[in-house]
């Protein structure tokens, strides 16, 4: 089992910047896949970024690409998403997701976190 927690959501103004954290535990070395979706309200939830602990094999959404980075931090087991330059069309339920797949299909992640709420007001 993997357990993980994510911090960081909040309210910011467009233009802005917030970096979320998702914090693992557990048999993290049998997921080597990290990977952030989100969920507007009303949406499926969608793929923003995924990174493997191994080797920092990076892979981002177009819609965030140039904006968001996903840095890692092996030795405390963690996984950010900085997100720059916030649009509304951010706003969504933001979840850390945990697979042995490097995917962006949320099928293949096996472990997630409970989510954490960025809103983006213009």
């Known amino acids: 089992q993997v357990q993980l927690v994510e911090s960081g959501g909040g309210l910011v103004q467009a233009g802005g910047s917030l970096r979320l954290s998702c914090a693992a535990s557990?048999?993290?070395?049998?997921?080597?896949?990290m990977a952030w979706f989100r969920q507007a309200p009303g949406k499926e939830r969608e793929f923003v970024a995924r990174?493997?602990?191994?080797?920092?094999?990076?892979s981002y959404a177009d819609s965030v690409k140039g904006r968001f980075t996903i840095p890692r931090d092996n030795a405390k087991n963690t996984v950010y998403l900085q997100m720059n330059s916030l649009k509304p069309e951010d706003t969504a339920v933001y979840f850390c997701?945990?697979?042995?797949?490097?995917?962006?299909?949320?099928?293949?992640?096996?472990?997630w976190g409970q989510g954490t709420r960025v809103t983006v007001s213009s």
């Open positions: 997701a945990a697979g042995s797949v490097y995917s962006a299909l949320s099928r293949f992640y096996d472990y």
């Open positions: 557990g048999r993290t070395f049998s997921s080597d896949v």
């Open positions: 990174i493997t602990w191994s080797g920092g094999r990076i």
